[in-house]
């Protein structure tokens, strides 16, 4: 399939002038959470952002980063770990490897001898990176929503199965619906609907944010990531809005079925237990979290602990997450903080609403 | 295999004997020859005098290879600054123990773009580090060009036109592929080549600007035209010939295509009238089809130097590359 035409103007146009006439018959400006970051990467790096917002459509980035919403606690604790400890690779994904967190970003720190920092691609180079240097504890920072959680829950299994000692994790894994949840009980920010994250839901399926639709009356659309498929997903929104209905609806039928990944799903409950984790911004959100078998926990293996607090000081990124201040609203947006030298989360990820904001979101009055 | 050793860079026999042997026997001709401490050149009227050092990895790459980039690299910046490129110094600097076979790859490589490009190497340096201390081989080269570019006509104005000589960003998916660090297979050629074929725009009514792209991609060359020229460029993302291969890599690894480097490439400015003539020439015998006029000039605006229409229809601001998208590409 040549996803092209996806994107392409002819087509886009079209259905940004449905949006227009949609949001004229509701009759007043509507506002809807794209929680997943790289819906907001779509929206902007098309230019599609700034043209919704002229036509009276908020979009309002949610907590869909897994990297800034990585509390700085275990950030530190892996730092700390790499610094402290010979012996040990820290490996990642390169944007967590890069957040500032309280003593410096663990790429910019010195290791301990025979310890070093390892940028990974993809979970299964955990393996390799163990089987490649058996004298050496291989941590694996492990950060990821339901997307990434069944390739580190082949990591775990693998390790298992095969008696891979010297492999263990800082478990930072978690789950999408928890936080929706809870910025719908907080009740500070008023939404219209949700456009639900495309690749979490390939996994978890569309009917894992029924409860959003029946217990809030809040309407929702699974949505792809071209531009035409993020304003699918928000004619499908808008309409339910008009009609004054609540559903979960799905406008990426080529990847995501209601049920989702049963494979994906049997392994991730296979090798994690749920339990409470915490979010950047929110504290603690009861049974979000995704914890291995306490055997190939780093925590325990190592006997250190994830403490919580730190941020830079006026760093809004909590808040940014959550929903209930732009980017824009930060004293340090463009300003301390800047893609080279960040100071919070949201400014390092490629799915952080700060960097896509500075990198595209420049108002142009055209 | 032979392998480079220490007594090469030394001063003594083993050095001469390296000079003789090798690097002569590849780009000998009458200057450097004499082997003298520095080289005698005569060139008329204005010069153009540039240095460029090369550390790219890995040193050979579909394409390409370090000398071939060291030269192209260098005759390229002095023909879009409107000079004929001439002589070209080369200093390598070797890790120990690196292998004699691929040094003469290397200078091969050097050679048939020195020839291509037509220009001579006439002074040069060896230097040998320690194994470890140096990643094989790196090339530091500079350049002596005469310039041929008139000086009148080159204001910038409002509506010229914006053009991109062929598709941008094939350097930097090569190199990629060829580093296999995201297990990528392809059959993409980097475009590195001497770009001798543009110094005849210059002598071509209404050319009025030219840069190469190379580091920082086609967004970074026109940021810093608007910049330097005090205008905004309006590019369209639709018009952008990039090749399929930098399409789906850039597609698959989510970097923007704007921001790869190419080395063989460049961005030409010129007035509304001479555009057609200047992509006719572009798009001639031995040319590149692919060559388009992708954006135009329009007055200064405070807010961005140059602006993207999206393949979408949408506008946002097109920045200078930030940070370092791929490390060690030249």
């Known amino acids: 399939m040549d996803l092209r035409i996806l994107r392409e103007e002819h087509g886009v146009r079209a259905l940004v002038e449905e949006v227009r006439a949609e949001i004229g018959t ?30 009276g459509m908020r979009l309002i980035s949610g907590p869909g980063c897994p990297v800034c919403v990585t509390p700085d606690g275990i950030i530190a604790a892996a730092a700390r770990l790499v610094q402290e400890r010979p012996g040990v690779i820290l490996a990642s994904f390169g944007d967590m490897l890069r957040v500032p967190a309280s003593d410096c970003a663990i790429m910019k720190l010195v290791p301990a001898e025979g310890s ?41 299994r693998t390790c298992l199965r095969e008696g891979i000692r010297n492999v263990s994790l800082i478990p930072a894994m978690k789950i999408v619906p928890p936080p929706l949840k809870a910025i719908l009980d907080a009740g500070d920010l008023r939404l219209d609907g949700f456009i639900y994250p495309g690749h979490v839901s390939v996994i978890i399926g569309s009917e894992a944010y029924r409860f959003v639709a029946e217990q809030y009356g809040v309407p929702g659309a699974v949505a792809g990531f071209e531009p035409a498929d993020l304003l699918f997903g928000i004619l499908s929104v808008l309409r339910q809005i008009r009609e004054g209905r609540a559903d979960v609806e799905i406008a990426y039928r080529r990847a995501v079925k209601p049920e989702g990944n049963g494979l994906a799903k049997r392994l991730m409950e296979d090798v994690f237990t749920v339990g409470d984790a915490e979010w950047r911004g929110f504290g603690t959100i009861p ?67 700060c960097l896509i904001h500075f990198k595209y979101g420049k108002e142009l009055p055209l | 295999m032979k392998r480079v050793d220490l007594s090469i860079g030394s001063g003594g026999k083993s050095m001469r004997d390296f ?134 006509g080159r ?23 060829a580093r296999n660090e995201f297990a990528l297979e392809g059959n993409v050629c980097s475009d590195c ?12 009514e209404g050319v009025k600007w030219m840069r190469d792209i190379t580091r920082g ?38 970097i923007e295509p704007l921001y790869l480097p190419s ?49 979408s229809g949408g506008y946002r601001v097109l920045e200078s590359l930030t940070g370092e998208l791929l490390p060690r590409i030249c």
Request: glycine share 12%; with cysteine.
């Open chain 1, 26 to 55: 509701i009759g007043r400006e509507v506002q809807i959470m794209e929680v997943c970051g790289t819906h907001t990467m779509t929206a902007y790096r098309s230019g599609l952002g700034l043209l919704l917002r002229k036509i």
């Open chain 1, 116 to 156: 070093s920092v390892h940028v990974i691609y993809s979970p299964e180079e955990v393996v390799e990176v163990a089987k490649a240097n058996p004298q050496k504890e291989v941590v694996f920072l492990a950060a990821g929503f339901e997307t990434t959680v069944p390739g580190i829950g082949w990591v775990v």
């Open chain 1, 287 to 353: 049974q979000s979290g995704l914890y291995p078998p306490e055997a190939l926990c780093a925590l325990s293996r190592f006997g250190i602990k994830a403490d919580s607090g730190w941020e830079t000081n006026g760093c809004r990124c909590g808040e940014v997450v959550r929903g209930i201040a732009e980017p824009e609203d930060c004293g340090l947006f463009g300003k301390g903080c800047t893609p080279e030298r960040p100071l919070g989360p949201c400014m390092v990820s490629y799915e952080g609403s």
């Open chain 2, 19 to 152: 000079i003789e042997g090798v690097v002569l026997k590849h780009l000998g001709n009458h200057t450097l020859n004499g082997l003298q401490d520095s080289a005698i050149l005569s060139t008329r009227g204005t010069i153009a005098f540039t240095t460029d050092s090369f550390v790219i990895h890995p040193l050979f790459f579909p394409g390409g290879d370090i000398g071939t980039l060291c030269i192209a690299g260098t005759v390229n910046d002095l023909i879009v600054c409107g000079a004929r490129p001439l002589y070209v110094s080369l200093a390598l600097i070797l890790e120990e123990g690196f292998g004699m076979d691929d040094l003469d790859r290397v200078l091969t490589s050097v050679k048939d773009t020195a020839d291509s490009a037509g220009v001579e190497v006439v002074t040069g340096d060896t230097k040998v580090v320690r194994k470890g201390e140096a990643d094989g081989l790196y090339i530091n080269t500079a350049g002596i060009g005469e310039v041929v570019r008139r000086d009148d």
């Open chain 2, 155 to 177: 204001e910038i104005r409002e509506g010229d036109a914006v053009i991109v000589t062929g598709s941008p960003g094939d350097h930097g998916v090569a190199v990629m592929v």
């Open chain 2, 193 to 204: 080549a001497p770009l001798v074929s543009l110094l005849p725009l210059w002598g071509m």
């Open chain 2, 217 to 254: 991609g086609l967004a970074t060359v026109i940021c810093e035209f608007a910049e330097e020229m005090g205008c905004t460029v309006l590019l369209e993302e639709a018009l952008v010939p990039f090749s399929p291969p930098v399409r789906c890599v850039a597609e698959i690894l989510g």
């Open chain 2, 263 to 311: 080395e063989g490439k460049a961005v030409v400015v010129a007035s509304p009238d001479a555009a057609d003539v200047v992509l006719d020439y572009l798009r001639g015998p031995g040319g590149c089809p692919e060559a388009s006029a992708i954006g135009v000039v329009r007055p200064k605006r405070v807010e961005a130097s140059a602006i993207l229409k999206t393949v």
